[in-house]
């Protein structure tokens, strides 16, 4: 994902990716940190989730200002705050999908954020750092109209370099930005890593540090595999493939962003004493690089991904005729609903079968959109839905050049029993759907056959 870099002049193009060119932003590379370096830093919910830990955060800040870096940090709301205030709303009244509602929700919802900006710079100040905190619409990052969803379209960065050529730290809120007729828009469950990369691609930053509550990437989740192993490196592609699969480390848009832009990631903890080394901080955690090189981990399988928000839906004896894959699939494209896996069955007796899996919380809205716009012209099609499915993938750039991979894969769920329901690949993935109920068994059985406990694996 590339991002503009456009100096004080004008708007960085961002997120409109079949619209825009983005050939003049190829020649962007990495930036080696040194003195001066402008880093953006972005901290999670967890991160800010109290006046300690964002002093905290604020004395993490101050040690890189002090070093001699331009600094522009990215906070999300203290943890438990959003959901605080959707909860409210749903007290009012029951969701309902229309524009009206969702832009209320976006309105509500931003708030958390700016009071995450707003208190992370007075504890700045406090340390003595001269910083500044902006809202997305005071920047301003633009986004479409998509309430709940949007997309980034601009960032205007001259009103942050200005600070920042002035010494000052800038807070802008993640999450969050405004459409063209200036209603604030958010950009979805952790769309503040989206933002945080998005501003480092807009302002060409040396490298965008991830603050978690984990010390980067790891070959699986240990809650699920205490054996599993923190990668020291990992591609982008990798990480991309990992982060669609499930993994809740990065959110997915994100790391697009930083991989189309080449905005260099890195994955580290914010609970790592806040006067560590800044050498010894700047190397630790995970590297998400963009290029597979010697140094990298070379394993066939680096980890595996998965994902228990998903839910299957099925279209039983539909048309087997050009156009239906796209008259059911467009529908639900229209809505906004992403749609991951899809399977089409042979034909019979000129009827076929049709499922696909989309977010659970997309689940009732895309039956019901199904039943009212698309089976009355199906004739005597009919829905079977299922919330009970997971999605349980193995990734890794080793699978490019080993046969017999998806092979392993399928022979190990057998001998546990695990039926699979749907299959999907990439060249460095293979992802499977199965009955909920047998995912972690899945995970710590297909980390043990890929020996991704092993420390040179």
């Known amino acids: 994902m590339k991002c503009s870099y456009l100096g004080m002049k004008q708007t ?9 060119d983005t050939s003049q932003f190829r020649e962007m590379t990495p930036v080696k940190i040194s003195n001066m370096a402008l880093i953006v830093h ?39 705050e959003t959901n605080r205030l959707l909860g409210l709303a749903k007290e009012l009244a029951p969701a309902k999908p229309t524009d009206a509602y969702s832009r209320e929700l976006d309105m509500l919802a931003s708030t958390g954020e700016q009071v995450s900006v707003g208190l992370l710079a007075i504890a700045l100040q406090a340390e003595g750092v001269e910083s500044v905190s902006y809202a997305g619409w005071q920047v301003p990052i633009k986004t479409d109209n998509s309430f709940t969803k949007a997309r980034i379209e601009s960032i205007d960065d001259k009103r942050i370099r200005g600070d920042l050529n002035a010494g000052r730290v800038v807070i802008v809120t993640g999450f969050q930005g405004v459409d063209e007729a200036s209603n604030i828009t958010t950009l979805g469950r952790g769309g503040s890593d989206t933002s945080a990369v998005a501003v480092a691609a807009a302002l060409k930053a040396a490298e965008c ?8 990437v790891y070959t699986t989740d ?18 991309l493939e990992m982060a669609s699969m499930g993994s809740k480390v990065l959110q997915i848009r994100s790391v697009e962003f930083a991989g189309k832009y080449k905005v ?18 700047a190397t630790s955690g995970t590297l998400i690089t963009f290029e597979e090189d010697e140094n990298m981990e070379q394993a066939i399988v680096s980890g595996i991904a998965f994902n228990r928000d998903e839910a299957k839906v099925s279209v039983i004896g539909v048309p087997d005729k050009p156009g239906i894959a796209y008259q059911i699939l467009g529908t639900v494209a229209d809505a906004n609903i ?32 199904l039943k009212t716009a698309v089976l009355p012209n199906l004739g005597s099609a009919e829905i079977v839905g299922d919330t009970k499915i997971c999605k349980v993938s193995i990734v890794g750039i080793g699978m490019r050049s080993h046969v017999g991979v998806a092979s392993k894969m399928f022979r190990s769920l057998s001998e546990e029993g695990i039926n699979i329901q749907m299959i999907s690949t990439s060249e460095i993935k293979t992802s499977v759907v199965i009955d909920e109920k047998y995912m972690e068994l899945a995970v710590r059985a297909l980390h043990k056959a890929f020996d991704l406990d092993q420390t040179g694996a």
Do not use: C
Not at 12 to 20: D, P, W, Y
């Open 12 to 20: 960085a193009k961002i997120e409109s990716f079949a619209k825009n």
């Open 42 to 80: 972005k901290y999670g919910g967890t991160s800010m989730g109290s006046t300690e830990r964002i002093r905290n955060v604020a004395k993490r800040v101050a040690k890189w200002a002090r070093a001699g870096h331009q600094m522009v940090v990215v906070p999300s709301a203290m943890s438990g």
């Open 209 to 216: 540090l991830i603050y978690t509550d984990v010390d980067g």
């Open 222 to 239: 240990p809650r699920v595999v205490p054996e599993a192993r923190r990668l020291h490196t990992v591609s982008f592609e990798e990480m």
């Open 264 to 281: 260099p990631l890195r994955v580290l903890s914010s609970f790592t004493p806040w006067d560590i080394d800044i050498h010894e901080e």
């Open 338 to 369: 992403e749609v991951d896996v899809i399977i089409q069955n042979l034909s019979k007796d000129g009827k076929t079968d049709f499922s696909f899996t989309v977010h659970r919380n997309d689940f009732a809205k895309t039956v019901d959109l």
